[in-house]
């Protein structure tokens, strides 16, 4: 082997990037940039899962495999670090289910690739459905940084690492003569890239990149010791410039303020990450509308390879079973309830759910959204409890008073925020707020402030509010607030209106948007289980 060939590095594989962000290569044009060049909608999904838009294609370079250093691919090592846990649909998390999806444990029979599938057609399935249910769902970049006060290993780790690459670039530039194996590498990776940005050979702006960047050039210039890394820095920045979108134009012009050449290509690589993930939420948005198109039987093809996976659909249904035979048992002993009556009464019960009760494998997917619902629903049904207390508590002196309400709702909302079950320090905070809120309304409108009796009166039953099964207002509110939702449920629309129960108009607005959430959630779920809800409830009635 000569010393050109050991100098010459050539074709690795070139960093990927798919709307997961976990390595899929992507074929499709990039969205229109300021160049004019337009983008292809991605296609529906084929068969297998895979969008026709994205296909396994790597794209070959005139280069050879090079075993060195790479921002993409670690330190010296060849491999790929470990995708963000906050960019890859691999890491979203279905509560306490771990895998095998589902959390359960696959029968003896079940071979590895079986069960390696299944988790692949697992990842596809969360990301499609956090597209559907997410109006505002969007990947996210991976942590540049230090992103937190106390990061975690995982992220000392990756600054660790980091921080050694740029080091090691910074100290073989400043030898003497300096050493361009490792500005070679970036460069290569940048094209690289760029080219994935700009994807079609056919635009001017991927013949300037290829052109410009040209890794023949770069290596002979490096080998002559005078290889030109600012000015090809500088077509980086402008080639950025050209195809990045409006979002990414403050962040691309401060590059050009930067005269380290090392910092320069750290930052360089951060906006190209900001710009691929661009990338891929553009593909994302273009694929939804054909991805609503065939949503349920997509969604349901998949759910089947998963129960397939793990052999016995009794045992990979089982918590599915045991909560529609929960809600089945619940409704009329002596008359076969309806299918669509077990399956509200069953998705009412989530509201009331034990922490430590498995969620059905049906709803493994929406498990976060519907505990966030339920966290919302207690917020609500808190503050409104509050409320109820200090206006019968103080009476006629601020009723009616709507500018009051409004402020008082806000002020116990901020304090109950993210609380399930507030505890008694957090309802301590509440009570006291309500005190002094009220004391100063009180006195603004020529009232006197509350007595000492009525103000421990009033902390009393706020306070108690810890034990919410066992509050006589609470009791009825929550139940008040579940009604509610039971109505929206069965309600035909503007023709049939659902009415607001007593006691619950402080916060009707939430409850509305909850109700709209909740209904969204269920009603696309039950059309994708359809044909399994009918099966089990069937059962359960000739089982009666």
Request: neutral net charge; proline residues 8%; hydrophobic residues 35%.
């Amino acid at each position: 082997m000569s010393a050109n060939d050991k100098k010459k590095p050539a074709s690795k594989p070139p960093t990927t990037l798919s709307a997961a962000g976990t390595g899929t290569k992507r074929e499709t044009s990039p969205p229109k940039s300021k160049t004019g060049e337009n983008v292809n909608s991605l296609s529906k999904p084929d068969e297998s899962g895979k969008f026709e838009g994205s296909p396994t294609r790597q794209r070959q370079t005139d280069s050879k495999p090079m075993s060195t250093l790479s921002p993409q691919r670690g330190i010296a090592t060849g491999m790929s670090p470990a995708p963000s846990a906050r960019y890859s649909p691999a890491n979203f998390q279905l509560g306490r289910s771990p895998p095998p999806p589902f959390g359960m444990s696959p029968p003896g029979n079940v071979d590895m690739e079986s069960l390696i599938t299944a988790r692949n057609g697992l990842n596809n399935l969360m990301l499609a459905h956090k597209l559907l249910m997410d109006d505002d769902f969007q990947l996210e970049a991976p942590p540049t940084g230090s992103s937190s006060p106390r990061p975690t290993l995982e992220e000392q780790v990756r600054q660790t690492v980091q921080r050694a690459f740029w080091d090691t670039i910074r100290d073989k530039l400043n030898e003497d003569p300096p050493d361009y194996d490792q500005a070679v590498v970036l460069l290569s990776e940048v094209k690289e890239f760029l080219l994935q940005l700009v994807v079609s050979p056919e635009t001017p702006t991927y013949k300037q990149i290829d052109s410009h960047l040209d890794l023949d050039q770069i290596l002979k210039e490096a080998e002559r010791g005078a290889l030109d890394i600012k000015s090809r820095a500088d077509f980086i920045i402008d080639s950025m410039a050209r195809i990045c979108s409006p979002a990414r134009d403050v962040v691309v012009a401060a590059l050009r303020a930067q005269t380290d050449i090392v910092d320069l290509f750290k930052s360089i690589f951060e906006v190209l990450e900001l710009m691929k993930v661009d990338m891929a939420n553009f593909h994302l948005q273009q694929l939804k509308p054909h991805l609503q198109a065939q949503a349920i039987e997509y969604e349901r093809s998949k759910f089947k390879i998963l129960l397939d996976a793990q052999g016995s659909k009794e045992e990979a249904l089982r918590f599915t079973t045991e909560w529609l035979k929960s809600a089945y048992k619940s409704l009329h002993p002596d008359k076969p309830p309806r299918v669509e009556e077990v399956l509200n009464t069953a998705f009412l019960q989530i509201f009331s759910w034990e922490v430590d009760r498995m969620y059905p494998e049906s709803l493994a997917l929406d498990e976060i959204r519907l505990q966030e619902l339920s966290i919302r629903l207690s917020l609500a049904v808190h503050c409104a409890c509050v409320l109820i207390i200090t206006f019968n508590s103080v009476g006629g002196a601020i009723t009616g008073l709507s500018e009051f309400v409004l402020k008082l709702r806000n002020a116990i909302r901020i304090i109950l925020q993210g609380h399930l079950k507030p505890d008694m320090d957090v309802l301590k905070s509440v009570s006291e707020q309500v005190i002094s809120d009220t004391n100063q309304c009180l006195v603004s409108h020529g009232y006197p402030t509350l007595p000492e009796a009525k103000i421990h009166d009033i902390k009393i039953k706020i306070e108690t509010l810890n034990n919410p099964k066992s509050h006589p207002v609470y009791k009825v509110i929550s139940q008040r607030s579940i009604d509610f939702l039971s109505g929206a449920l069965t309600s035909t629309g503007a023709s049939n209106p659902v009415e607001m129960p007593n006691g619950l108009a402080p916060v009707q607005d939430e409850l509305k948007e909850i109700a709209r959430s909740f209904i969204k959630i269920i009603s696309f779920n039950k059309a994708v289980f359809a044909p399994y809800y009918d099966e089990i409830i069937g059962k359960l009635r000739e089982n009666k």
